[in-house]
Structure formats: structure tokens, C-alpha cells
């Protein structure tokens, strides 16, 4: 037993020595080294595209996945000693909180011009390399054009009572919440969600869960982004043209038609040759073809095409936000337990 | 490190010896409670980051309070349902005349190996109602009952039947003489797997998250993960490790007392008579909704999703990083604990108690707080080692010490002191007393904590997914990416491959209990 027990540490010691040892190479940047990448999208999304940066610019990546909120959080904790260099994040909060606390290098104001205004940092810390839009789902059987709703707002109304799906759990549909009680303030939004709930709205556990629930005639209307639809076309013989279920979008400047963003930063002192080749990567032509393809997304570089059956990124008319500011949900979060939505 | 003149004496031994503690104990049972104290420096540091006002501002809000009421609610009904479920079937398969007993021991112990967001995830999809309070109350007992369900079927094996068997020649029915005459020896048993069910309640966050139920834990996350503040979340986790040492108070309250005694004449089966058929469909009814509901689940998402074949490379890569870390895990946990736990059951006093109560703390806090913890100390203390093995097992010591520690006393407890004694007289050194003496006789029970480790370090994913070394994959990561785009048909063969690598230590489990 008690040989059995030396033995055991001694392996134990072994393998926290060759862990140690190969720790020795964190630090310096030289040439050939792997670009850090923090990633907060999906590796399954993003894994090919890395693969085709470094083919491209035969710079290698090393990534680490995760959510993004929780590396941020571990980027925060981490500050300069991180070894990440650049920070791909699914929102732009997880991004503005790193902006606040300074922890984002300035990006070249060449690579802030290709992205409109309204998806980028104001100061210049991080830039948006893909878009998604809030919409209204609904099924081309049961609903004429005619009948759709301008405002997210005429919801409440009592022609689409029981009639409309949403997921209240959804990080999206929280946005929205948000982004409505920032533009409208707070006695505005608790009246619409009030009168939301009032109106015998569907719950489901997810936006896809919406999409299907629709195309099958289950519900008229649902509220998701504006990319389930076309993941769901992929997935289905005949494509977009043979499902009954269309996207709405809400009139322009509705907080129902929030856009939000996906964005990529680079780390306070991290920034050179390799971490600017990588922006411009994503900002190029063959990554924004991807997101446009891949995700459905709207591409955020003008001259890149959305994909087939999206309007183009100039018709998207968004409320005007800073997106960076979408950053108290909790306050959404206690609105919609008041208000007996979750 | 505390010399050896600061260790109090016990004044009133309980049991073990009055002798002064060794130090070949206190040493490194000292280092692991420290180590176990790690998160607590963090918290306190991001707490009061931004002064104390703010740190109790968020602690005398009004929502905080009713999270943690909602979190007490959830903890103690699962606790009070695991309890009368695990005890019931700790009875069923190991008193009575069950058809296939050994079988079933073997099946209720499998939930063990299912994780609770897969637990949650499948019921979700078959049956949408079960988000809410409710189905998180259900779901969370299905999952944690064979806490409970181990122990007390290991102290039923030991609990000497002449009691009871006098009883029931008095003319008590077998029930009455088992809740009157058996559960009272049972307490230890009980405490400690109710401990253990009312910690991994108020941990949880896979469960809660699927099913939507705004608990202290899926607060404090969504304080990371929408307001990006770090405040919030560090003060309710402080807060958990405030409930954590009141339940742990509570516990060894109510184990005081009531030390099973070893018993080699195994009771005879109790006739379940008519009762035997409704028993049985019972036992299969709760085995089937804790196990074959997820399992139904995987096997669903595999043939109505389209998958893009399985890279098996992959699946086995990871399923080899699984091991590999959880095994590291299970080592180094089990070794941490086996002062503390030796200490614990051997020695009364104020020392010792302390410690055993230290290893607990960082059971209840979410794996994102222990593993941002680990962050924030490896950066700055020991940046080589930061995003390599050691720092995430050290994050799996700090999450799941109390299984071992719990292992280890209540195995070590449960051999007479007398042999270690008789040995010490003979003059043997206190090394060789611990090696040779009181490690042998605990060995199957500390091997089962060990395994019981294992399986939870396999389960694990926050830590994981932050603290695993660049460019490494185990089971559980690859699941979240595959869910992440909702690709059910690509996670199911890692859900399905994980189950199966926690199942294998959750069969030896129930067969370990058996010895």
C-alpha cells in the first residue's frame, strides 16, 4: 500500500514537472509564435475560418473557446499578464467591458472606416465584423403582409392575442428588453412587457424552437433573429422557398429592429504586425463571405453581398444605440421576473 | 503553518486518543485547508473592490434575498426528496427480497454519471412544461439521490440487525422498525449524503440554467455574464460560502452521536410479500426517469439530427483528456484529504473540526468562481503554471475535497482506533501506523471517494472550459461547443461517451458500497 503510494506521487510529480517545464515558452512574440485568440463564438464557426487565416498569412493560431462573458470576466482577471492578444466576442458587451477598463488597444482607423458607425466602438476599441437583426418570424399561411405589426410595440394589441412566440431566456430577446428600456426608459418598458404578458404570448426554450413552431403553423408570430430561418432553410430539402415562414422587419429605428454585433479587439500591449493582419482578415472579403454564408449573418464591410434572400445591410435601420451600453441586464432580467415573463 | 504548541488539545476526546496531533497530519492537513481557503481571497478581494458600501448594497438588495430564498427552497426540498428516495432504495436493494436487488443498486446508482445540464437539456426537449421551479426540484433529485442512496447502502450493510430484529419480535411492522429502530443509526450516513445533495443544489448551474430557475447560482452568472461586473458575483459567492458553513455546522451537528457499528452477520431480507411487484416497478420507474430519460434523449438527438459524421479521432482525444485530467484530479483530491479526513475521524477538538469544515467551502460555489479564482492567483503567483495541468486540478481539489474528505473519515472512522493504538504500543512510527495500519483498513472507502471524484472532475465544465490547457478538449467542452450551435446530433455521441466514462466509476460505486 504504502509503495503503491510512492509510486503514485512520484508519476503525480513527473507529470507537474513536464507541466512546468513546458511553461516555460508564455512571454515574447516573436515571429512563428501562435497568435492567441480568445474566442467566445463557437468553435465549430470559427475553428475553419482560423484554419484559412493561417493558411492565407501562414501565421499559426492558438485559440481558446469559451463564452464570452466568461473570458472576459478571465481576461479582466488575468490583465496584462494575459497571453491573449485578440478577443473574439459573440456581443459587443462582453467587448465594452473590457473597453472600460482599458483593457483594448486603439485600432487603426482604416480598419474602423470599413464597419458604419453604429457597429463599431465609438473610441475606436473594437469593431463589429458581423451583424444579426431582431425580427418578427411569421407564417406565410396565416398571416397576410398586410396585417404585420410596424412596431414590436403594437404587439400588446389584441388582434395578436396568443398569437406571438418569444424566448424568454434568449440572450437576444434580453437584449431587446434592454435596448427598450434604454431608448424608451424604464416606465415605458414595463408598461409594453405588462401588456405583452397580458397578452397570452407563447414561451419556448429557444429561437429555433420559435422558427419551427411557426413554420409549422403551431404559432402566427414569433420574435428572434433574424438568422434562424436561414439555418433552417439550410436544413431543409427545397430551402427558404419551401418553408411557410417569412422574417419581418420592424420599421426603421423600432426597438424591435435591434442590430447587435459580433466583434473582434486586440489586448491593451499586445497589438503588432500579426494581431492588424488578423483584423484586417476578418474585415476582408473571404471572412465576411464566410459569416454572410456560413451564419446567415449580414456581413458589416460594404461590397460584401448578404446572403441570397436577405436585405442588404443598408436597409437595416436599427434604433441608434451604443451597443456597449446594452450592459444592465440585470435590471432586464428583474423587469421581466416582476412582470411575470420569466 | 502552525507549530505544533498553538494545536489546541482536545479537553474531552469523543473518540480517538487524547495524545498530541501528529504533525505528520496537521502539516499537510493545514496546507490543504489553505488551499481550499483560495477562492475565499478572491472573493473578499472583489467584493470590496469598490469599497464596502457596494458590497453590501448588493447584499441587502431585495432580489438578493429572494434568490436565496428560492435557492433555500430548492436546496431543501431536493435534500428532504433525495433523502426518502435514496433511503428507500438503499432499503429496498439491500434488505429486502427485491427481484434482481443487485441489479438495481447497480442501475440507481447510475445517475451519478449523467450531468445535470444533459439531465436538464433532455427533459426540456421531451417535455417543454418542465422548465420552472418544479422541474428543476424534479430533475436535480433524480440526479443527486444516490448521494444519499451510497452512503446509507453502505451503513446498512454494517448497522447490526439484532436491534431491529428485537423490535420487530415485539410486534413492530418491518416499517415502523426501520424508521424507529435503524434510520437513528443511519444519521451519520444521512447527514452526510443530505450534506453533500443540499451543496450540489445550491452549486448548480447546468439544471437551473436549462430550466430557468433564477437561483443564487444563475444570478451571480448573469452577473458575469450581463453587467460584466465582478462585484456582484464575488459578494454572492461569498454569500454561498456563508450558507455552506452553516449547513456544514448543522451536519456535524446532527452526525454527533450515532457511530455505526461494524457488523459481519448481514441481516435477513425482509419478505416485501405482495408489496414486491409495486416495489419493483417503483425502483424501475425512478431508475428510468433519472437514466433512461437522458439516455432516450441522446439516442433521440443522434437520429433525427443531421450529423456530419463523427470524427472518432476527436471523440477520442477528448474522451482521453477526460480521463487523463479527471484521474490527476481524483489523485491529488483524495491525497489532499486523507489528513483531514484521518484527522477528522480520529481526533476530537477544535483543530481538526476546522479543517474538515475549511475543505467545504469551495463545494458550493459555482465551478466559474473557483475557476476565475485560480485565474486571478495563478497570474499573479504563478503565471508558468497558468492554463496548464496543475492549475486545473488544483481547481477540481478546491471544487470536490469534501468527497474525498467525507470518504476518508467515515471510512477511517469506521476501524476500530484500538488497532492503531496496539500498534503505536508496539512502537511503530506514526508514518508507519498511518501507512501500514489505518490506510489499508480505509482503503476501500477512500478508494470509492477517489472514484467518486473522478466521475464529478469528468462531469465538470466551467472550470474546465477556462482553466483546461490551450488547444486541449475533454468531453465536456466538446459538448458545449457542439450544443453551442445547437448540433444535438454532433453532441450526442460526446454526451453519450461521457455518461458512459462517469458510468463505469458510478458501477464500482455501488459495488464498492457492498464491501
Redesign the interface.
Known amino acids: ?2 509503495r503503491r ?1 510512492v509510486l ?2 512520484q508519476v ?1 510529480l513527473v ?2 514537472l513536464s ?2 517545464s ?3 515558452d ?1 512571454g515574447g512574440s516573436s515571429e512563428g509564435d501562435p497568435l ?1 485568440v480568445y474566442s467566445g463564438r ?4 470559427i475553428g475553419p475560418l482560423l484554419e484559412q487565416f493561417t493558411e492565407s498569412t501562414g501565421i499559426p493560431v ?6 464570452s ?6 481576461l ?4 496584462e ?3 491573449a492578444q485578440v478577443f473574439l466576442s459573440q456581443d459587443a ?2 467587448l ?2 473590457l473597453q472600460a477598463e482599458g483593457r483594448l488597444a486603439p485600432l487603426a482607423q482604416q480598419q474602423l472606416d470599413r464597419v458604419p458607425a453604429s457597429y463599431r466602438s465609438p473610441a475606436g476599441a473594437w469593431v463589429g465584423v458581423s451583424g444579426r437583426s431582431r425580427v418578427l418570424v411569421y407564417n406565410t399561411d396565416l398571416v397576410q403582409a398586410a396585417d404585420l405589426p410596424g412596431s414590436v410595440l403594437d404587439l400588446t394589441r389584441p388582434e395578436f392575442r396568443g398569437k406571438v412566440a418569444f424566448a ?2 434568449n ?1 437576444s430577446f ?1 437584449s431587446f428588453v434592454t435596448a427598450l428600456r434604454v431608448l424608451r426608459g424604464e416606465d415605458q418598458a414595463r408598461s409594453f412587457l405588462q401588456g405583452f404578458a397580458a397578452n397570452e404570448p407563447k414561451a ?3 429561437n ?2 420559435i422558427v419551427n413552431a411557426v413554420a409549422a403553423g403551431q404559432v402566427p408570430f414569433g420574435l428572434v433573429n433574424h438568422y434562424y430561418l436561414y439555418e433552417k432553410a439550410d ?1 431543409t430539402e427545397g430551402g427558404l422557398a419551401s418553408l411557410r415562414a417569412a422574417n419581418a422587419y420592424f420599421t426603421p429605428g423600432d426597438p424591435g429592429a435591434l442590430v447587435n454585433v459580433a466583434g473582434v479587439g486586440v489586448l491593451t500591449g499586445k497589438a503588432d504586425e500579426r494581431t492588424a493582419r488578423f483584423v484586417d482578415f476578418l474585415l476582408g472579403e473571404q471572412a465576411q463571405r464566410y459569416f454572410a454564408q456560413e451564419t446567415s449573418e449580414f456581413p458589416l464591410v460594404a461590397g460584401v453581398p448578404t446572403k441570397e434572400g436577405l436585405p442588404p445591410l443598408a436597409d437595416l435601420a436599427g434604433p441608434s444605440i451604443d451597443l456597449s451600453r446594452l ?4 435590471e ?3 423587469l421581466l ?1 416582476d412582470v411575470g415573463l ?1 | 503553518m502552525l507549530p505544533a504548541a498553538v494545536v489546541p488539545q482536545p479537553a474531552a476526546p469523543v473518540r480517538g486518543t487524547a495524545a498530541p496531533l501528529p504533525l505528520l497530519l496537521v502539516v499537510p492537513a493545514v496546507v490543504t485547508a489553505a488551499v481550499a481557503l483560495l477562492p475565499l481571497l478572491y472573493l473578499a478581494v472583489r467584493a470590496l473592490q469598490h469599497g464596502p458600501a457596494v458590497a453590501l448594497d448588493v447584499l441587502w438588495r431585495h432580489r438578493t434575498a429572494v434568490v436565496l430564498g428560492r435557492s433555500l427552497l430548492l436546496a431543501t426540498t431536493v435534500t428532504a426528496a433525495c433523502l426518502v428516495l435514496g433511503t428507500a432504495l438503499a432499503w429496498l436493494t439491500t434488505r429486502t427480497d427485491l427481484p434482481g436487488r443487485r441489479l438495481w443498486a447497480v442501475a440507481a446508482a447510475l445517475p451519478l454519471a449523467v450531468p445535470t445540464y444533459v439531465a436538464g437539456f433532455a427533459w426540456v426537449s421531451f417535455l417543454p412544461a418542465a422548465a420552472g421551479g418544479v422541474g428543476a426540484f424534479a430533475v436535480l433529485t433524480l440526479c443527486c439521490f444516490p448521494y444519499v442512496l451510497l452512503p446509507v447502502g453502505a451503513a446498512l450493510r454494517h448497522v447490526d440487525p439484532a436491534q431491529e430484529e428485537v423490535a420487530r419480535s415485539m410486534g413492530l411492522s418491518p416499517m415502523r422498525a426501520f424508521l424507529r429502530v435503524t434510520v437513528p443509526q443511519l444519521r451519520p450516513a444521512l447527514a452526510a449524503g443530505g450534506l453533500l445533495v443540499a451543496l450540489y443544489v445550491l452549486s448548480d448551474f447546468g439544471a437551473v440554467s436549462v430550466l430557468r430557475v433564477d437561483t443564487l447560482t444563475r444570478v451571480l452568472y448573469t452577473s458575469y455574464t450581463s453587467s460584466f461586473d465582478r462585484t456582484p458575483a464575488a459578494v454572492l459567492g461569498l454569500l454561498l460560502v456563508a450558507v455552506t458553513l452553516v449547513l456544514v455546522a448543522l451536519e456535524a451537528r446532527t452526525r454527533r452521536g450515532g457511530l455505526p457499528v461494524r457488523t459481519s452477520r448481514p441481516a435477513a431480507p425482509t419478505r416485501l410479500g405482495r408489496g414486491r411487484w409495486p416495489a419493483t416497478a417503483a425502483v424501475a420507474a425512478v431508475t428510468a426517469l433519472a437514466v433512461g430519460v437522458p439516455v432516450a434523449a441522446l439516442a433521440w438527438w443522434t437520429a433525427v439530427g443531421s450529423s456530419d459524421g463523427l470524427d472518432t479521432a476527436r471523440l477520442l482525444a477528448a474522451a482521453g483528456s477526460s480521463i487523463g485530467y479527471a484521474a490527476l484530479g481524483a489523485l491529488v483530491t483524495t491525497a489532499a484529504a486523507v489528513p483531514v479526513g484521518v484527522l477528522a475521524a480520529r481526533r476530537a477538538g477544535r483543530l481538526p473540526a476546522v479543517l474538515e469544515r475549511a475543505a467545504y467551502v469551495g463545494h458550493a460555489l459555482p465551478g466559474i468562481v473557483v475557476a476565475l479564482s485560480m485565474v486571478f492567483l495563478a497570474v499573479r503567483f504563478t503565471p508558468g503554471l497558468y492554463q496548464r495541468t496543475p492549475v486545473l486540478v488544483l481547481a477540481y481539489v478546491v471544487l470536490f475535497l469534501p468527497l474525498a474528505v467525507g470518504a476518508v473519515r467515515s471510512s477511517a472512522g469506521q476501524s476500530p482506533a484500538a488497532l492503531e493504538e496496539a500498534a503505536r504500543s508496539a512502537g511503530a512510527r506514526p508514518l508507519a501506523v498511518l501507512g501500514r495500519v489505518t490506510l489499508p483498513l480505509a482503503g476501500p472507502g477512500i478508494a470509492a471517494g477517489a472514484v467518486l471524484v473522478f466521475l464529478t472532475c469528468v462531469k465538470e465544465l466551467p472550470a474546465t472550459l477556462l482553466l483546461r490547457p490551450l488547444g486541449n478538449d475533454t468531453l465536456a467542452t466538446r459538448l458545449w461547443t457542439e450544443t453551442g450551435v445547437a448540433a444535438y446530433a454532433d453532441a450526442a455521441p460526446y454526451a453519450a461517451v461521457l455518461v458512459m466514462v462517469a458510468a463505469v466509476p458510478a458501477w464500482l460505486l455501488s459495488g464498492r458500497g457492498r464491501a
Open positions: 500500500m504504502r503510494g503514485l506521487l503525480l507529470l507537474l507541466a512546468c513546458s511553461g516555460s508564455s492567441v463557437n468553435e465549430n464557426l492558438t485559440p481558446r473557446y469559451g463564452g462573458a466568461e473570458l472576459a470576466a478571465a479582466l482577471e488575468e490583465g499578464a494575459t497571453r458587451g462582453a465594452g467591458a424568454p431566456t440572450a434580453q419556448y426554450p429557444g429555433a424552437d436544413g450592459d444592465t441586464l440585470q432586464s432580467l428583474a421576473s420569466t
